[in-house]
């Protein structure tokens, strides 16, 4: 099974910008689904964007449309969440996930079953 570590959060100011790694290991990425969730203090994780590592299709959630790019590279079997425009709202633990190629609703956490440990961005306002 593939491990995952992140890396890359960190404190900026509204507007400013991150961008976060995510580094996959010991197993065959090509045939999974990537993604980012985020979890605020006090709330559920959520869904933020999502890529098929084979085909390099993204998805988003609405808010971060525009502000957010999600995108691999596949000499480095590394997942990258570029983040922009950051607002404060955006302050949480992200974390990077894998999912099978198959999965169908790839907003719904179910679907993932492979975690990183998490990686701290705060916006400050």
């Known amino acids: 099974q593939v491990q995952l570590v992140e890396s890359g959060g960190g404190l900026v100011q509204a507007g400013g910008s991150l961008r976060l790694s995510c580094a996959a290991s010991?197993?065959?990425?090509?045939?999974?689904?990537m993604g980012w969730f985020r979890q605020a203090p006090g709330k559920e994780r959520e869904f933020v964007a999502a890529?098929?590592?084979?085909?390099?299709?993204?998805y988003y959630r609405d808010s971060v449309k525009g502000r957010f790019t999600i995108s691999r590279d596949n000499a480095k079997n590394t997942v990258y969440l570029q983040m922009s425009g950051l607002k404060p709202e955006d302050t949480a633990v992200y974390y990077c996930?894998?999912?099978?190629?198959?999965?169908?609703?790839?907003?719904?956490?179910?679907?993932?079953?492979?975690w990183g440990q998490g990686t701290q961005v705060t916006v400050s306002s």
């Open positions: 890529i098929w590592w084979s085909a390099g299709t993204t």
């Open positions: 010991g197993g065959t990425v090509s045939n999974l689904v």
């Open positions: 996930t894998a999912a099978p190629r198959g999965a169908q609703r790839i907003t719904d956490i179910r679907e993932y079953d492979t």
